[in-house]
């Protein structure tokens, strides 16, 4: 057959039959990606490549070297996942670099690290000042992973002692006009329902690019029109200040009532409302 | 405006707030929301509760205001 023909039916060939090898290694951890795996990546390129050139003319022989530099690093993956011992003679370990604040140059030597180097690395990881580091350490891919001194954490919610109240991940249910059923299921919900509150917001489900649900059942649109401005959904908001005004009301009737046991009524009325008010905040506003 | 449509309004407000946290209750799944939502909508009950009492008093001392 001519030699084009010839190209093209290995390149086609190759191409599926290496999607289908990747796929068979499968997702490796990127921190326990070592030099060698990078090595290996590039072989099965480059027989790839030469294969389907035709540069190998020798089509069984080629297929063989891919097989072997793709199933061996597979094979080795699964005894390392299995053995400790095949893990540190393969992947080898983490080398600490800093400890306690304090850099320890023999580490540094030991991974042939330059003093430049550690600081570049540590900038990837936006620190500036080494003396923020409380622990460093240098994963088998190369990279490093810093531990930040208590005090030069970013702060949050926690630290700062405010009271944020808990919240589930948010689940979409729309993408690109299309329903997810499954997210719908995971929150409990149906079509049904979220044709209701799309109803609700006056939008048809035709013209919704993304939809998402928090945990609460609150549901935030993006149109495929860009023009048409949806407002933020603000049921939390407005329930927290009707609570808000419901309490002041009560306070307004116990103010204005002559009957003895009416104002007590509104007054302890008002007390569970303020009540409410407060414990609901970290919910509803925050 | 009398006093007893200005408590029926708040009223109303009283229990679509209530309604609003009882359906967060229901579709939440995250525990202590969750409980936080139905014990809310609980006390907010007993406020609705009072409130009907004295909205049932006043329509008593006021029969001409009776009703929505």
Redesign the interface.
Known sequence: MPEWFNILLRSAGLFFLTLLLVRIMGKKQSTRLTFFDLVSVIVIGVTTAAISLNIVKNLAGGIIALAVWTLFPAAIYLLAIKYKSVRDIVQGKETVLINHGKILEDKLLEARMTPEDLLGQLRKKNVFAFADVEFAVLEPSGEVSVFLKKDRQPATAKTLNINVGSESVPQTVMLDGIVMDEPLAAMGLNRQWLHTELEKAGVAPENVFIAQVDSAGQLYLDLFDDAIQTPRPKTKELVWATLKKCQADCELYALGTNRPEAKKMYQRSSGILSEVVKETEPLLTK | MT?GT??KQ?LS??K??RW??Q??AS????R??KD??S??AQ??S??IQ??E??VG?LEFEEPQYKGF
């Open positions: 006093v200005q408590v708040t407000s009283l679509s707030a609003t946290l359906n967060f579709i939440e799944e995250n202590e929301a936080i939502f014990r809310n006390l907010i007993d406020v009072d409130l009492n004295r008093q």
